[in-house]
């Protein structure tokens, strides 16, 4: 019978379930339950009034999407290019990393440098961002050496044309060691007779890390493109919003920090909740969409398909 | 530090005498899209009178009041202060407070001798959520959506300010309106002037953290460190301070902590968005005196006397680098002049005074007069069966200058926080134990006073008598404009981006005007116009 075959499969993964109980609980309260807020998008929403109390305003926060407002279509340039340029180039610095971590012999000395370079993924973006200004500002360290000595001084925080190298190269101080352990993790799972087998075969290790090594990082590296891809749309809200007065809106506004303050500070809560939902929308696509594709190349992507 | 900013800040502007419409009989929030769920009793009837004004008869002022022109100063603190309270006003139970901060944050309660002290007295907990003042509208934002007003809340940014207030704000008329309010002393001592902002709808409900004139923009100096550079004499024009400025950069110390737009503008008279020309109500955005002002800045920046950090800096780090000498010159409320006294007291020589407002080309420029608070505090409404209560605890926060809880309240203990040096309280090292913002709850009506230092209080009386002979008063006081509630801060925000990106010199001057059409499509003409209506109708 199927109903008693249930019951003693649920029996079974009881202990499983309670286990994952906390866990889905955190979920729905604090991931699910605040996704009904997102109503607010369709109304006049003022706090004090409250979101049930609000008046239903239909479409009319998803107006300035549609007309294409200065400072939407400003957040959303910066977001993309800043997206761009962290695929492109934040992306594989841990690959980069792993790899060459995973050739090192000395066995001590490869802790030493995994150590070193974890550490400042533990730092919050409020130490990073002041470490920077406190070397690299205006008045930091290394402008006052310069000046003390009588040298020309750069202009590198605070200057809104490099803004982006500066925010990508924080986040590859600060993230890049911290992503290399998933692929290590690979890289350690890898048959080691596959290189003895190769290098009987001849192979240098230029042909060993391309027909051996790459091919074993392919699963991983899609997964995680298509999971960044998800996150498109995010670009880091914190790193971004602590060093905004420097440089200014116009270089700097990207979609998170515009939700941010076009809602809590201007006070404007539906139209940057319907700006967020629609940011949220596309997101949900953009992965699906990459998994798609990931599916038709005959990778795992996500799920099997 | 947006309630320092001469032109109306975007706070400033938001919660600008809504009161005086309150007044005029005018409702004040007619236009709730909600359809109207004010409470509020007044109807179409009479408005409650404001609370009168009962100044605190103790002490004679050495600098009397000129109306309009100064406050009152005072060489010595009153000698043997008496106490105007008795027993504890609190009930014991804890009181929760939220307010902005323009200080470094104090000790924590229990490192902190004046707080423990200050909780002993009241004979509550008085329990302070402290924000940076730059940060706070953001804090209130979320604080309100979250629904977790404390008892005191200092009233920040928001929409529709007349709907918040009814619901979310206690009702104060019966304790406060007319006589009523001489059961509180300390708050009688407040101006009535200054509780127009806190009527709603002919309701009271908030009380004013009031200023008077001591709430004048200001730019100050370091008059030792120009003694030392051998500077005697006070630039006449804008060409000569920025000389200046290039004189007294070098090393690690920058003329400017700010990008100085705010003086600027008042050297070519037009310090503020708004003005009343001629009888009528107008916007100057259109100006091309902004240009110069902006091209000025601009000038200076690209001159490297500007410090590097000022455009991310927060208020406390340009108070910190006037203290420590890496500034010359601080913008900041006139008020400052005797808190930044306090806070760099170990100094040696420390001398700072006030740069008259010159005028670009020579002559005297405008100086901007701002409302007379530096914002109100409201009780919340879900406290309002501890209102009698948390009044009193207001009261005693209002203390008068020249009581016992006055010297209490802004100096702290005797021997801890300060030193009697014949009746004056001298700041010691733990004078920072004060800065609890307390007064951002209530606070006492201000004087000119500075403890043991005569000259000051003699050069700031002065200097308000000076600037004050050409000013102008904050237009927007009194008036009222529903668009300004809804969208001024975020387009005032973005005129504040453009005026910045273009004294950074990212953007062209030219810019300037480019932003000021954008500002008035987006909202800003409707701002206008809505104002002119108020100020016609305000004129009868």
Known sequence: MNSTKRAARLRRSAPLLALAAPGVLLLLAFQYYPLIGNVIAFKDYLPFVGVWESPWVGLENFELIARGDHRFVNALTNTLIITLVQVLLVFPVPIALALALNSMVSERIKRLVQSVLYLPHFLSWVIVVAVFQQFLGGAGMINNFLRANDLDTFSLIGNADLFIPLVTSQLIWKDAGWATILFLAVLSQIDTTLYEASTMDGAGRFRQMWHITLPALKGIVILLLILRLGDALSVGFEQIILQQPAVGIEASEVLDTYVYNVGIVDGSWSEATAVGLVKGIVSVLLVLGANKLAHLFGEDGLYRS | ????????????????????????????????????????????????????????????????????????????????????????????????????????????????????????????????????????????????????????????????????????????????????????????????????????????????????????????????????????????????????????????????????????????????????????????????????????????????????????????ARKDWFGAGRSIFHEDSFIAWFSLYVQHGSVPGLNIQALPVIGFDGGTGTQFVPKPNYGITAISADSADRVETLLRVADYLAAPFGTEEYLFCKFGIEGVNYELEGTDPVPTDAASEVNIGSLYISDAARVVYAPNRDAVVQAAWDHQNRVTEKSFQDPTLGLYSETASRKLASLQGTLEDAELDIMLGRRPVSDWSVAVEEFNSGGGADILAEYQAAFDEKQG
């Open chain 2, 1 to 316: 530090m947006s309630a320092h900013t001469p032109h109306p800040s975007r706070r400033a502007v938001l919660t600008t005498g809504l009161g005086i419409a309150a007044l005029a009989g005018i409702a004040a929030c007619s236009s709730n899209p909600d359809g109207g769920n004010s409470q509020g009793g007044s109807g179409g009837g009479a408005a409650a009178a404001l609370p009168d004004y009962i100044p605190f008869e103790g002490v004679e002022a050495d600098l009397p009041v000129q109306d309009g022109r100064t406050s009152s100063g005072f060489f010595a603190y009153p000698a043997g202060p008496a106490a105007i309270s008795t027993g504890t006003p609190s009930d014991g139970e804890p009181i929760t407070a939220m307010g902005p901060t323009s200080f470094a944050l104090p000790p924590a309660m229990d490192q902190n001798a004046f707080w423990q002290e200050m909780n002993e007295r009241l004979g509550s907990e008085l329990q302070i959520t402290l924000t940076p003042a730059g940060e706070y509208d953001a804090k209130f934002a979320t604080t309100v959506a979250g629904r977790a007003l404390p008892d005191f809340f200092h009233v920040g940014s928001t929409q529709s300010l007349p709907q918040f207030m009814a619901s979310e704000a206690a009702d104060l008329t019966e304790f406060l309106s007319g006589d009523a309010i001489a059961a509180y002393p300390g708050l009688a001592n407040i101006p009535t002037a200054s509780w127009q902002e806190c009527a709603f709808d002919g309701r009271i409900r908030a009380i004013p953290i009031q200023r008077g004139l001591v709430n004048l923009p200001t730019l100050f100096a370091r008059q030792d460190l120009l003694d030392a550079a051998g500077i005697t004499e006070t630039p006449q024009n804008f060409a000569e301070l920025s000389d200046l400025s290039t004189e007294l950069t070098g090393g690690n110390t920058w003329a400017w902590g700010s990008l100085p737009l705010a003086y600027a503008r008042a050297t070519v008279d037009i310090p503020s968005y708004w003005m009343v020309v001629d009888g009528t109500f107008t916007s100057t955005l259109d100006d091309e005196r902004h240009e110069q002002a902006l091209d000025a800045v601009r000038a200076l920046q690209a001159a490297g006397v500007v410090n590097p950090d000022a455009p991310s800096a927060p208020g406390s």
